[in-house]
């Protein structure tokens, strides 16, 4: 077994719950983007969900070669691959979906809300973020005077991937912003999301999971 198993089966637990209380009926005229797509491992899940078009999208070349070799494996002609950074992307390009998944992405990005706009403006219905998170701050800060105090809304931590940005699982630029939960569920709703859920766990899900060291949100357009 895979040292990456078993976060994979529990996204695609959690996923597959999501799915069946979101789009029960028919998927065939329905639409997903697969943001970071790596080789595909969603996209076809989505395809074999029934989802009649699934656009997976990667910023490595090497990663579109290998998604695009396992859809054609599986026969699932209804998966496109392409290949974009994700700041690149926009809805008059790619078009607005019923699903835009952004599942192990956001914590490997130096602007990881930039990357959060990118995927509302693709969302039509909803969207899946599954992310690593720090640990959050509250409290109260001096903005500029004692006379003006802010509070904290979440935290970001800076996560230093300069070293790897070679391998296939981290960062292409280096520097790695990763947020708390209480900042992602903040930014979603600021950025134009109507309602946010962070979703379940499986009592037998991955520990990153179940310790919420990782977290899978949903945000819903309306």
């Known amino acids: 077994q895979g040292e990456l198993d078993a976060v994979h089966h ?3 637990q959690m996923l597959d719950a999501l799915l069946a209380r979101e789009f029960p009926a028919a998927r065939g005229d329905l639409s997903a983007v697969d943001l970071a797509c790596h080789q595909g491992w969603f996209s076809a899940q ?4 029934g989802f009649g078009t ?3 999208v990667d910023a490595r070349p090497e990663h579109v070669a ?8 599986l026969g699932l002609a209804q998966v496109q691959v392409q290949r974009s950074d994700v700041h690149a992307l926009t809805a008059e390009a790619l078009g607005v979906h019923d699903l835009v998944l952004c599942f192990g992405l956001i914590y490997h990005l130096e602007n990881p809300v930039s990357a959060l706009r990118v995927a509302r403006a693709l969302t039509r219905r909803v969207c899946v973020i599954e992310t690593q998170v720090v640990p959050g701050l509250t409290g109260w800060v001096d903005y500029g005077s004692y006379r003006f105090v802010r509070p904290l809304k979440g935290s970001f931590g800076i996560i230093d991937e300069t070293g790897e940005t070679h391998g296939p699982e981290a ?3 280096g520097i790695c912003l990763v947020p708390s939960v ?6 979603l709703e600021r950025i134009g999301f109507a309602r946010v859920e962070v979703l ?3 009592e037998d899900g991955y520990e990153q999971l179940v310790h919420r060291k990782r977290v ?7």
């Open 171 to 173: 960062s292409t630029t």
């Open 182 to 187: 209480e900042a992602l569920c903040w930014v």
């Open 216 to 222: 899978m949100v949903a945000a819903w357009v309306d």
């Open 66 to 73: 290998d998604a695009s070799l396992i859809r054609d494996a």
């Open 200 to 202: 379940p766990v499986p």
């Open 46 to 49: 989505l395809a074999q969900a």
């Open 10 to 12: 529990t996204r695609s």
């Open 54 to 56: 699934v656009i997976g």
